[in-house]
């Protein structure tokens, strides 16, 4: 199986190299247009801030290889705010894959931001999360979330409900870290790659 993780200005991709690894995938970390439209997978990581994202992206033309991919892809965490139409994070136009605007958690005293750690999914309804129970524990580590919207289709609870995962055509989404949720992460990646 040939799967591409994004090469972006952007963190994380080592973990989830490993992650895909432990599956028996040997993904290669590319910019290269060419190896992007041709892999079986594409993986668009990220742990950053959205406007020098892409403001990287479009220097490098990978927004439009991105928006154009026929393929499944998957976004993780930034990777999955970029897929969506605007971020709050310094007035970011993004991809506009996902209906969802991306905006900010909003002080309530008591929790803390951003949310960093393990947090349920409930309200899943995907292919992705075969074989995930309800209440499944991922982790979290983001101060800005994709609103719920039509392209939801798991829902976290942190301050608010907010999307934990999104679906639209080829193109998933989770806000979660699968390379960093143990054994639900790794069923989350194999069912990602079992997606034809």
Not at 9 to 22: D, F, H, K, W
Not at 71 to 100: H, K, R
Not at 186 to 192: L, M, S, V
Request: glycine share 6%; with cysteine; hydrophobic share 40%.
């Amino acid at each position: 199986m040939n799967v591409a993780i994004v090469k972006y200005n952007a963190g994380n991709i080592l973990s989830v190299t490993y992650a895909l690894e432990r599956l028996g995938v040997s993904p290669v970390v590319t910019d290269d247009i060419e190896a992007l439209q041709k892999a079986d997978h594409v993986i668009f990581p990220g742990v950053g801030e959205a406007s020098t994202a892409m403001a990287y992206l479009k220097e490098r033309n990978l927004d439009a290889v991105i928006k154009n991919l026929k393929q499944p892809v998957l976004g993780i965490c930034l990777g999955m705010q970029l897929l969506c139409s605007y971020s709050e994070e310094n007035d970011t136009t993004c991809l506009s894959i996902f209906d969802e605007r991306v905006v900010s958690f909003l002080p309530n005293g008591a929790d803390k931001i951003p949310q960093v750690g393990w947090n349920t999914l409930t309200n899943c309804s995907s292919n992705l999360f075969n074989g995930i129970a309800d209440n499944a524990y991922c982790y979290f580590v983001h101060g800005y979330y994709a609103a719920l919207g039509p392209d939801t289709i798991a829902t976290t609870n942190y301050i608010l409900p907010y999307s934990a995962a999104l679906h639209k055509n080829n193109f998933y989404g989770v806000q979660f870290h699968p390379e960093k949720s143990a054994t639900v992460g790794e069923k989350i990646f194999q069912n990602f790659l079992d997606i034809v």
